[in-house]
């Protein structure tokens, strides 16, 4: 892959490689900064270190985060409703703002005069973007900030951008063709979707098209789409993960070994219930602090599960990596009172090469929940008592319930985004 061993200067190349414990220092350094300043300038940020009684002052490292709170989407929409526009979350005047962006929901977040967070630019950079490189940005602009700080992050690198916004795939397949554009930047389906429409339209992927890296998110990658993208175009494909209310949070290097966090953001993983961190390795919300003074956020929970690796990485970056984005907090259900998550099955399903497909259906039995793995089979001739018997004892060990295995035909589980069915009726 010619394009990823690309070298180039590039701002950000030392701090990327400075050794961990320098990173937590100028980190603590950091978030001391951010927590002062938030305080005495975002009503929000004060309103929730007064409720939990904590001083600014008392916030000294990272360790000291647990004190707080952790702020959720459905808080921001509650406080922008009773205080809006912003709810208080802004950290400058709106005459200091460049946009304000719009949310759906009409969620209102503020911009920055001078774009200068770099950890887009940074995750930009791991995907193989270069100085020189022709960027096509088919990200929304319309309203929404995401297209706004990939077009500035792409200028730091020095690359020259087209401001394509989403849709009229035709047109991007012409652009792409016209200006020799090097670089995508958008979501992996829409870029299947340009792939397909230029093969339609007679273009041989390969030959007529300089694209050499593409940049994506905002989407799950499945693995198999990254092949084929990779295979059709030529080219390599690396992806980001974030949100627009916290900023970057992790992307992938060229070794595509989960998502190393970027310099300016401090990542933590919780438990969902208590908010407390957990230990590395363990599964939980990925919770961030941000450093931006025009929107600040002080532990905002992304609802997203991960779990952390601080393993070395072999492309020399020091930071520790996001492994795998595991599912949402909220698709939780409470069974006999114990709290089942999605992932928590996936990872004891995953165990099995002979399971193709599995949904828990979660029903009521008089006054007793039962949980039933429904699991359709790779191969039907397999001994279905031996297999039967195995997942039910993990079931109990693993969740701690009595769950029963019930073996169905392929075809019957069909919705794959509801792992967990809730059939109860409490009437
Ligand atoms: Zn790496």
Redesign the pocket.
């Known amino acids: 892959m010619a394009k990823g061993e690309r070298t180039s200067g590039y701002f950000n190349e030392k701090r990327e490689t400075m050794p961990p414990e320098e990173r937590w220092d100028s980190l603590n350094g950091k978030l001391r900064g951010v927590v002062t300043y938030a305080y005495d300038n975002s009503h929000a940020v004060k309103h929730k270190l007064d409720k939990a009684q904590v001083r600014p002052q008392e916030i000294e490292t990272i360790d000291d985060l647990q004190r707080l709170p952790i702020t959720t989407k459905s808080d921001l929409v509650e406080m922008q409703k009773s205080s809006p526009p912003f709810g208080g979350f802004e950290g400058v005047p709106i005459k200091k703002m460049r946009r304000i962006y719009v949310l759906p929901g009409l969620i209102y977040e503020p911009g920055e005069w001078e774009y200068r967070d770099t950890r887009w630019a940074e995750a930009l950079y ?1 995907s193989g973007f270069r100085a020189g490189d022709i960027a096509q940005n088919t990200f929304n602009y319309q309203m929404w900030p995401f297209a706004f700080m990939l077009d500035d992050s792409l200028k730091m690198l020095g690359c020259t951008t087209i401001a394509a916004g989403a849709g009229n795939t035709q047109m991007q397949v012409q652009i792409m063709h016209h200006l020799k554009v090097t670089g995508y930047v958008g979501t992996p389906s829409f870029l299947m979707s340009i792939a397909e429409r230029a093969g339609g339209m007679g273009y041989d992927l390969k030959k007529d098209f300089s694209l050499q890296v593409g940049f994506v998110g905002a989407e799950m990658l499945p693995e198999s789409l990254r092949e084929r993208l990779e295979g059709n175009l030529g080219i390599t494909i690396r992806q980001c993960y974030g949100t627009v209310d916290v900023g970057c949070l992790g992307y ?7 998502m ?1 966090i970027p310099d300016d953001v401090i990542v933590e993983i919780v438990d969902p219930d208590t908010g407390s961190r957990l230990p590395l390795g363990a599964t939980g919300e990925i919770v961030a602090t941000n450093f931006n003074p025009t929107f600040p956020m002080i532990r905002y929970g992304t609802g997203d599960l991960s779990f952390l690796s601080e393993d070395p ?5 020091t ?1 520790m ?1 996001l492994m795998k984005i595991l599912g949402r907090t909220d698709q939780v259900t409470k069974v006999r009172g114990m709290f089942i998550h999605p992932w928590q099955t996936d990872e004891l399903v995953a165990k099995y090469p002979e399971v193709d497909k599995y949904q828990v259906v979660v029903t009521r039995s008089g006054y007793l929940d039962e949980m039933t793995f429904r699991i359709e089979l790779v191969d039907e001739s397999i001994d279905k008592a031996l297999l039967k018997g195995r997942l039910e004892r993990d079931i109990q060990d693993t969740l701690n319930l009595k769950g029963e295995v019930e073996f169905v035909g392929r075809g019957v589980i069909f919705d794959m985004h509801q792992k967990i069915k809730d059939e109860r009726k409490w009437e």
């Open positions: 791991a992938e290097c060229i070794e595509k070994e989960g190393h990485c072999p492309c020399g970056r930071s990596r």
